[in-house]
């Protein structure tokens, strides 16, 4: 069955640092997000993806994040300068076309030390 | 806007109890989609059921089913006789369809534990 990855599973980083997530998103599937997950509370949009283009970014979107699609199957977050408010587990997720669901992958846990 | 209420913070059962999970979505859209995903210890976003505004019925699959009263915007979500792999939390989710891209919104959460 199609899945979600996300490389890696756990990153550690020091203040100030930039780190790249990676996702490999299902094959046929046209829209893509990244979402945010403090430890203990609700999971929180950041990005939308389509089109090889932002469709929409939240408030904690800012110019510290960026997103790429940088050849047909990676999808990537990068944070420029990580603060310790960033630790977070990290969703990557994919959707096939309107109305249906999203695939989640396993999530990349970010700790920032 | 839009927003995903999950009253129950916390809900606790014994195996082989019913258990319903409740979620209210407030929206002005007409056509919208909502979702039920299971987060268990391991972490990872589950999908397990979809409902659309416009669907007529309320569906049944497995143990798991889902009624939808759209004059109230509730969209609770039953889980029949409970197992102990049921316990996880229990996330409520809905983007309205419109022009949007449907980014995804979720309720903050209800933890279920079931013992045995």
């Known amino acids: 069955e199609p899945e979600v990855t996300q490389t890696p599973s756990h990153q550690v980083t020091q203040m100030g640092q930039e780190v790249i997530l990676r996702c490999v998103p299902i094959s046929n599937h046209l829209y893509f997000y990244w979402y945010r997950q403090i430890l203990g509370q609700k999971v929180e949009f950041l990005v939308s993806f389509y089109n090889n283009e932002i469709s929409e970014k939240s408030e904690i979107f800012d110019d510290q994040f960026s997103v790429e699609r940088p050849d047909g199957s990676n999808f990537t977050l990068k944070i420029r300068s990580t603060k310790l408010e960033d630790s977070a587990m990290y969703f990557c997720?994919?959707?096939?076309?309107?109305?249906?669901?999203?695939?989640f992958g396993q999530g990349t846990r970010l700790t920032v030390v | 806007a839009q927003k995903v209420t999950q009253a129950q913070t916390e809900i606790s059962v014994v195996e082989k109890e019913d258990v319903t999970l409740d979620c209210v979505y407030e929206?002005?859209?007409?056509?919208?989609?909502l979702f039920w995903y299971k987060q268990p210890p391991s972490g990872e976003l589950v999908f397990l059921i979809r409902r659309n505004s416009f669907d007529e019925q309320n569906e049944i699959s497995g143990r798991y089913s889902w009624n939808f009263q759209k004059s109230t915007s509730s969209f609770n979500f039953t889980i029949t006789a409970s197992q102990v792999v049921d316990s996880a939390v229990y996330f409520c989710?809905?983007?309205?369809?419109?022009?949007?891209?449907?980014?995804?919104?979720f309720g903050k959460g209800t933890k279920l534990s079931v013992k045995p």
């Open positions: 997720a994919s959707r096939l076309g309107r109305g249906t669901e999203a695939f």
């Open positions: 989710a809905a983007y309205a369809g419109g022009g949007s891209q449907g980014n995804l919104i």
């Open positions: 929206t002005r859209d007409t056509t919208y989609y």
